[in-house]
């Protein structure tokens, strides 16, 4: 249901034991007064926390907790905790006040302090944990549910990330239903109240039918692209690949199949951000134009053999198209765009493989004898620095499946790195997609849709697809003093030092705040802070 797991950044592990990160724990060791901070480097944050935050215990959120946080994560691998590495101190200004000192500008750094472990408390065990959400974990029967229960006292006096007044749901329990249909009954048979999950079109049907039952369905997190590789002699020429593109309906793509769950699914037009985000900008120029495509390929000296396919620069315009075989709506894709390119003299053999032998070494990431197209999803993160290595031309650019080199598209993804201010940064990720799909790199499609129900009791809930996090703002829901939360998987590891899948992220997410939560607009919204200070070049 979410597609290939493809390969990724080192997955988080166990902290060291050690780190090399200062830390400075006390208010007097930086000599500076918290009111008039300066930066020793050229570039730190000044994190001005909540004074009413505090742990299930009632002590407060401290910077102690900030700098602890950084120095554990700073010693696990991985892509996701590379910022807390870039960190060269952190000094606790007072017990309010943190100072984060970077070696260097980071871009990124609002994705920093997702979740703040208390001080001395990193550890795998979920129960052994003090929380800052308005929820503390209770029990987790394996096989079966989670459960949490809203704490007497919280020291929120408003939701934080939507702003909206507290709720009064006091405990949720989590079940774990291994297919759609089941999602579907326990929801009709009141034995759940909330599901969320990547619906086909008779599921939309049914819920639509249910008189108690309220639902959603938009763009989701996953997006589905075609790609060419870049190393195949014929398709590494850009008439080439204009050549393909002019024949693909992608309009006849999205009535073919997200339409059919989603009628008012709209093309994906940017490979950074995704629609909905207040980033995003339509890059792709989507002129579907088969007589164009023709010209195109008679144009570069293409012709027309006895069987209507061209051939050019004396190869036959034949292509292995490569995909998965888990997904039904991929063959549907295939033999929509097998049609359209025929049509224009162009042949496509399909190479299907699950989703175990396509995210291979050898395939996926074999060269251009091994396939010359691919259809498959990426997922979309609540920042683009993730994916950075998919426009990478080197060895760093593991993630580049489709290996297009532009030296002036990586120069431009290399330097958001840097780039602080998030407008500035936000500026030159697009215009790196935009050279980037005018170049034709890829062929964008679609955002696969995501369905959110919910008993019509329930109110509150505010579907926040993109991120996978629907119950991003369940601390204003009101309705049920115990909700049931159907979801599709149950999580292999509740551990926030771990690398989660989206059943814990859910779960955690009512657990353990951070500095920032991200809104339903795709906002970052202050959660354990007042404020962050931005200080560059001071020093």
Same mark, same amino acid.
């Given at each position: 249901?979410?597609?290939p ?13 050690? $780190? ?31 004074r ?86 209770? +029990? ?23 702003? *909206?007044? @507290? ?10 239903? *291994?297919? @759609? ?8 048979n ?5 599901i ?10 049914r ?30 020429q #850009?008439?080439? =690949? ?16 997200? =339409? ?6 709209a ?8 629609s ?17 495509? #023709? ?20 190869r =036959? ?7 998965? *075989? ?14 359209d ?18 995210? $291979? ?8 004898d ?54 500035e940064?936000?500026?030159?990720? *697009?215009t790196?997609?935009r ?46 003093d $115990?909700?049931?939360?159907? @979801?599709?998987? +149950? ?11 989206d ?9 353990l ?14 959660? @354990? ?11």
């Amino acid at each position: 249901m979410s597609g290939p797991a493809l390969p990724r950044p080192t997955p988080l592990a166990a902290p060291a034991s050690t $780190t090399t990160l200062a830390v400075t724990t006390t208010e007097s060791a930086s000599g500076e007064d918290a009111a008039t901070v300066t930066c020793p480097t050229e570039f730190c944050l000044v994190y001005h926390i909540d004074r009413s935050a505090s742990w299930s215990d009632g002590q407060a959120v401290t910077a102690s907790d900030f700098a602890y946080t950084a120095a554990v994560l700073s010693g696990i691998p991985g892509g996701e905790t590379d910022g807390y590495r870039q960190i060269e101190q952190v000094d606790t200004l007072d017990t309010k006040t943190a100072r984060v000192v970077f070696r260097d500008s980071y871009g990124p750094w609002q994705t920093l302090f997702k979740r703040v472990f208390r001080d001395g408390q990193a550890t795998d065990d979920v129960d052994d944990i003090d929380t800052t959400g308005p929820f503390a974990f209770v +029990e987790w029967q394996e096989g079966e549910s989670i459960t949490l229960q809203r704490k007497r006292a919280w020291w929120g006096d408003v939701d934080p990330i939507s702003g *909206n007044a @507290l709720g009064d749901v006091t405990e949720i329990r989590f079940v774990f239903l *291994n297919t @759609l249909e089941e999602m579907v009954d326990a929801l009709e048979n009141d034995e759940v109240d909330v599901i969320s999950a990547r619906p086909d079109a008779d599921t939309v049907t049914r819920l639509g039918e249910m008189a108690e039952i309220e639902m959603t369905v938009a763009p989701g997190p996953f997006w589905e692209h075609i790609d060419f590789h870049h190393d195949d002699p014929i398709l590494s020429q #850009r008439w080439a =690949r204009e050549a393909v593109s002019l024949a693909i309906d992608r309009e006849e793509i999205l009535d073919a199949t997200v =339409r059919l769950v989603d009628p008012t699914a709209a093309a994906l037009d940017n490979t950074v951000w995704m629609s909905g985000s207040p980033q995003y900008e339509p890059h792709f120029d989507d002129i579907y134009d088969p007589e164009r495509a #023709r010209e195109v390929l008679e144009e570069n000296g293409c012709a027309q053999g006895d069987d209507g396919v061209y051939g050019c620069q004396g190869r =036959r315009m034949s292509f292995v198209w490569a995909s998965t *075989n888990d997904d039904p709506a991929r063959r549907v894709i295939f033999e929509t765009v097998r049609e359209d390119l025929i049509e224009v003299g162009i042949e496509l053999v399909a190479a299907f493989r699950s989703p175990s032998e396509f995210v $291979t070494r050898d395939f996926l990431f074999g060269g251009p004898d091994v396939w010359q197209l691919v259809n498959f999803s990426w997922r979309a993160r609540s920042d683009p620095s993730m994916a950075n290595p998919t426009y990478y031309c080197d060895d760093a650019g593991a993630l580049n499946v489709n290996r297009y080199c532009s030296s002036a598209v990586e120069s431009s993804i290399r330097s958001t790195g840097s780039i602080v201010d998030p407008v500035e940064r936000a500026a030159v990720y *697009n215009t790196a997609d935009r050279r980037y799909l005018e170049d034709l790199a890829v062929i964008p499609l679609y955002q696969k849709p995501t369905l959110m129900a919910w008993d019509t009791q329930l109110t509150g809930p505010d579907p926040n697809y993109t991120f996978s996090a629907d119950l991003w703002d369940v601390a204003s829901w009101s309705g049920l003093d $115990t909700i049931v939360v159907g @979801l599709p998987d +149950e999580p292999a590891t509740m551990s926030p030092l771990s690398q989660i899948d989206d059943s814990a992220n859910i779960i955690l997410g009512t657990l353990l705040y951070g500095a920032f939560g991200m809104d339903a607009s795709q906002e970052y919204q202050p959660v @354990l802070v007042d404020s962050v200070e931005v200080i560059e070049d001071s020093g």
